[in-house]
Structure formats: structure tokens, C-alpha cells
């Protein structure tokens, strides 16, 4: 890893934020003492080592991560033009100029292709959209992405399982007998903390939630109508009274 003055600086910061972490003082205080957002403090009060933080900046995603994958499959099929693929890109929501494809494409034009297509960027969102998508409808290169993940780390593995199972009960409204009871048991059993605070929460709440599997009923028109009051309101404050302010909501479609 190259170490510049910026880095120096990480761990020196990084060392201090930890001392004053052992001798007791609050994450605020730390903050308002070293002229740091909370943010930041956080980041580094949670990396046990400053290795971690400095590997996550050189791997900070970028406007090109959603595109790599698309870039290295044109340059396979003979499209080594960086203005034509930016163009191509841009169509497909890319925001960045070519410069940035260009940077992207170098190592491909220096003979260092990679032997395998690039998997896309890690996010939280993506691993999320991942987990709670059918496992159908995922490609090769996310299902394979899911799959790396989860071997790396044995206790996401098990929380996308269960999240599967949830979501299966959810978008098919399966009520089979005790498959709630069984999923929040077996989450209470060996579910990670934030797994397990939201089945404690959902077994509090178990007779909606089976109500919500069980009927057709919903409170989606009630909800916007809620919404459709609290615009109506948010557009009219501080310009009128109750009374016109009522009219509009009663004759407003």
C-alpha cells in the first residue's frame, strides 16, 4: 500500500480518536474537541484497524462501477473506442465524461485484460436488491457476486436465508400454518442482533402481520389519502386559514 501524507495523517488520527475512546470519552465529545463530524469519527471509531479505512477509500465506488461490467463486454466484442462507448454509456445512465472511461480502459490497451468479466461495484443497495430479489431472476454475475459475499462472511449468508424465507411469505402471501412462528423462532434462535430486533418486533405485531397474509384487505387507499392531505396541507402553510385550507382538502380530487 503506497503511504503518503494523507495517510499519515489517518493513522495518526486514528490512533488518537482510540486513545481517547479507551479513556472514556464520548464519540460528541471527541468530535467537538478534534473540529470532526460525527460521521467521520464514527468510521473511525468502528475500524479496529486504520488499514481497513484506508482500503476503503482506494476502493471508493465510482460513476464508472455500474458500467464495467457493459465495458468489458464491448471491448471483448472489438469496441475500443472510448468516445463510442461513453456515448453508448451515457445512454445507459452513465453520468461521467469520457476521461473517466478513458482511465477505465487503460489497463485493457496495456494488454492487462482481465481473464474474467469484472463483477459490478459492492453497495449496500445492491447486496440488498440481491438478497431480496428472486433468486430466478438474478444473472450469472450477481448470483455469483451474492455467492462470494456470503462465503466470505457466514453470518450474511445465514441473514440473506432468512430474509429470503421472509419475503418468499410476503410476495406470495403464504399463510401456511405456523411458517410465521417458525421463521421468527428460528431468527430469535441464531439471527444476527439487527435480525433479531425486528422479529421480536414482529411477533409483538404477529396477529397484523398474519392478518396481512391471510386477507385481501389493505390500507393502501386510506394511506393515500393521508398523503394526498399532507401535500395539500405542506402547500397551502402559512398562505391561508383553516377554513379555505379545509374547502381545498374536501373539493381538491
Not at 479507551?22 to 471527541?30: F, K, N, P, V
Not at 430469535?188 to 405485531?205: F, V, W, Y
Request: charged share 30%; net charge positive.
Amino acid at each position: 500500500m503506497v503511504h503518503g501524507p494523507r495517510h499519515q495523517d489517518s493513522r495518526e488520527r486514528h490512533q488518537q480518536i482510540h486513545e481517547r475512546i479507551e479513556r472514556g470519552d464520548s464519540l460528541h465529545a471527541i468530535a467537538r474537541d478534534l473540529q470532526l463530524s460525527r460521521g467521520t469519527v464514527n468510521r473511525f471509531a468502528h475500524a479496529a484497524e486504520v488499514d481497513e479505512l484506508l482500503l476503503a477509500a482506494i476502493h471508493r465506488p465510482t460513476l464508472i462501477d455500474d458500467y464495467r461490467l457493459y465495458l468489458h463486454h464491448r471491448w471483448m466484442e472489438g469496441c475500443t473506442n472510448a468516445s463510442v462507448l461513453t456515448r453508448e454509456t451515457q445512454r445507459l445512465g452513465y453520468r461521467g465524461d469520457v476521461n473517466t472511461v478513458r482511465r477505465h480502459l487503460k489497463p485493457y490497451r496495456n494488454s492487462a485484460i482481465p481473464a474474467t468479466a469484472p463483477l459490478p461495484h459492492l453497495t449496500v443497495r445492491r447486496g440488498t436488491d440481491w438478497t431480496m430479489r428472486r433468486p430466478k431472476h438474478l444473472t450469472d454475475v450477481e448470483r455469483k457476486g451474492l455467492d462470494e459475499l456470503c462465503e466470505r462472511n457466514p453470518a450474511l449468508a445465514t441473514t440473506v436465508e432468512y430474509a429470503r424465507r421472509l419475503a418468499l411469505m410476503v410476495r406470495d402471501r403464504r399463510s401456511e400454518h405456523l411458517a410465521l412462528d417458525v421463521w421468527i423462532a428460528d431468527v430469535r434462535l441464531d439471527g444476527q442482533r439487527e435480525l433479531r430486533t425486528r422479529a421480536n418486533g414482529m411477533r409483538r405485531d404477529r396477529t397484523a402481520i398474519q392478518a396481512a397474509l391471510t386477507t385481501t384487505y389493505t390500507s393502501g387507499a386510506v394511506k393515500g389519502n393521508v398523503t394526498r392531505i399532507k401535500l395539500l396541507k405542506r402547500q397551502m402553510y402559512g398562505r391561508a386559514n383553516f377554513d379555505l385550507m379545509r374547502r381545498r382538502m374536501l373539493l381538491s380530487p
